[in-house]
């Protein structure tokens, strides 16, 4: 069925057989040739990323201290493999740039940028390929996670299983975007995106309720998450090119350009937030429940 609930199914039957198949293709993205692990991980990181969301959806019914225990395993997942990932981000980002304002960036300082990255996510792709126990550990700890989904708790098979999370999801992405408005920092802009891409995965999660309305809203939060997501790859590469050798004039002009690009996703970012957190959060909330109640006989 992939990820996505279905009104079929009894929800707590439905949230445990997508929390096993997400499990499941991760383990089976890390279990790659050494030539492929570039693509596992970032496979296996987007795995991660849909499991803590649904994660936060049923944090109400989980229980606190369950839901820590679980968000913590798949967190601490992502982040003994995420270096690797990073690392490749900075080129493509970087390569993003210079092909967009190619006559800004003398290429010659486009290209000793690129090969310096470049050699900084061979050489951390190698120390995980020659240990291999990030990638072990990793395994170990999604292995041990579907164990524990024996012991999960029953869940109400019912639109009140999901609303706390869904309320508590827009709300934060809500509280993040108004919060950017007035102190734009790098820091509040990642932690909305990450806010923004939970909400992304939750509308995906749920069953057709209305697609004419709840698909546009969700490709929406894609868009904002992407936008979002270019800001903070665009501030990190300025971050690790400060660590570099190049010439001084070539690295001010590249930061001047990644100002530029920030500040122009920004915009673009804003002006999505303004639209889609128009809402408070229990309107939001109660706006799907009722899609749920008027979806549900018709589907039985």
């Known amino acids: ?55 936060r959806l049923v944090r109400e019914p989980l229980g606190q201290p369950h839901y820590r225990q679980e968000n913590r395993r798949y967190r601490d997942a992502g982040r003994r493999i995420s270096l690797v990932r990073d690392s490749k981000v900075h080129v493509e980002t970087l390569d993003d740039l210079c092909a967009a304002l190619p ?38 700890v999604l292995q041990e996670g579907l164990l524990d989904l024996e012991s999960w708790p029953d869940f109400e098979d019912d639109f009140s299983t999901l609303q706390p999370g869904l309320i508590a999801s827009y709300g934060s992405g809500r509280k993040r975007y108004r919060a950017s408005l007035k102190r734009p920092s790098t820091e509040l802009l990642h932690e909305w995106r990450k806010q923004v891409k939970y909400l992304w995965y939750q509308l995906r ?57 920030r500040h122009q996703v920004q915009l673009q970012a804003w002006d999505l937030g303004m639209r889609l957190y128009a809402e408070t959060p229990a309107a939001f909330a109660k706006r799907h429940h009722a899609y749920w109640n008027a979806a549900r006989p018709l589907q039985s």
């Open 205 to 261: 999660l749920l069953p057709p309720l209305w697609p004419a309305i709840i698909d546009p809203f969700a490709e929406a939060c894609h868009t904002l998450s992407s936008a979002l997501g270019s800001d903070h790859d665009l501030a990190l590469l300025d971050v690790e090119l400060r660590q570099f050798e190049i010439p001084e004039e070539d690295r001010q002009t590249i930061t001047r350009l990644i100002e530029s690009r």
């Open 103 to 140: 006559e800004e960036i003398p290429a010659e300082s486009c290209a000793l940028a690129r090969q310096i990255l470049l050699d900084r996510h061979e050489q951390l792709l190698d120390q995980i390929l020659a240990a291999g126990i990030a990638r072990r550990r990793v395994q170990l």
């Open 1 to 55: 069925m992939g990820f996505k609930l279905d009104l079929h199914e009894p929800l707590g039957q439905g949230i445990r057989r997508i929390m096993r198949e997400q499990i499941e293709s991760a383990l089976k993205d890390l279990d790659c040739p050494d030539e492929k692990l570039h693509d596992g991980v970032h496979d296996a990181r987007k795995g991660f990323k849909k499991i803590r969301a649904l994660l």
